[in-house]
């Protein structure tokens, strides 16, 4: 029988590849939308007419209801959220709203009219926040110290809470860091192979910053600390892990990460040697991109999900990063 998954989130970078498995292994797939005033979803327009679009706020805890009872999903995959962590400082009650509250709104549709229905929350590394340790796993104590991490963290342990007080089957991704061409442009690895794609065509009218200034200007690229570490993998990969944990006999939560770390230094070198520039002459620290506190959690060690789901990154940061650049490179060029 065709199984359905419901995803949250469907126009986003996860959303839309997790869309893309879904429909590969034969899912009927409805994606939750939020009503905007402009429909454009470039994610996700190789999708329209293969999967069912439902409109919705994750603020608005009726409506989820309706999409639960009217679809009847078999898996349900919470990736909707205010997810940039740099605007969670000017934006926190919206935070805690949509990435805190939003989660338990979607656990409450599901527990009130598909209780059987399997599912996903997405967690954040950034639960883990300060933690003094460089590398994490599943036994980390949780010390989130950004409101964007403080948010994943309570929906995290609401769903741990709704698998040990409702016995649902719920599981959660401690997910470090993963890019792609389809990832936002306010993200650091895409702002950076976006720049540096933009300074190589000469592109005169950039796409906006997170400070609504043009990304590049006279051949610059305005960057925050350049001296923060990363564990960067492919989003592509990391769809397939939400996916596995659904598919196991008990729930549980697992760490996906790719167990390296990079600083953005290295992320702007990768990028710009790509191009054949030298990143120096092009990158200017600016301190409004700094964030107030930063991750010391640095690495995600994914030893757990390879044992029991058989999931191991198989895209590294250099590879990664060449592959957003060239997309970035081709986008412009049309
Ligand atoms: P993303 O590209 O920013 O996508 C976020 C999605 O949430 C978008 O579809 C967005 O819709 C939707 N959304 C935002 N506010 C909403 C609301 N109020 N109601 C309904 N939908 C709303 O994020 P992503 O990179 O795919 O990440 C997916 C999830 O994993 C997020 O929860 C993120 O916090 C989490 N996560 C991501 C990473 C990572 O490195 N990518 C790591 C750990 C955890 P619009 O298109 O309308 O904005």
Redesign the pocket.
Known sequence: MTKTALI????????SYLADLLLDKGYQVVG???R?TNYR?PNIDHLIGRVTLAY????DADALGDIIRRHQPDEVYN??????PADSWSQPIVTGE??AL?AVRMMEAVRRHQPDARFYQ????EIYGGVPQEIVDEQTPFLANNPYGIA?LYAHLMTVNYRESYGMFACAGM?????SPR??LHFVTRKVTMGAACIKLGITNPPLNEAGEPLVRDGKLKMGNLDAYRDWGY?KEYVEAMWLMLQQDTPQDYVIGTNTAYSIRDLCRVAFDHVGLNWEDHVETDERFLRPTEIFAQRGNPAKAKADLGWEPRTYFEELTRLMVDSDLALLSK
């Open positions: 949250t989130g469907i126009t986003g970078q996860d959303g939750i939308v939020r905007s979803y919705a706020d994750l603020i990736l909707a959220a205010q997810s940039v949509i990435t939003g997405a967690t954040s590394r994943k997910l470090f860091n993963h890019e990832r936002g989003a």
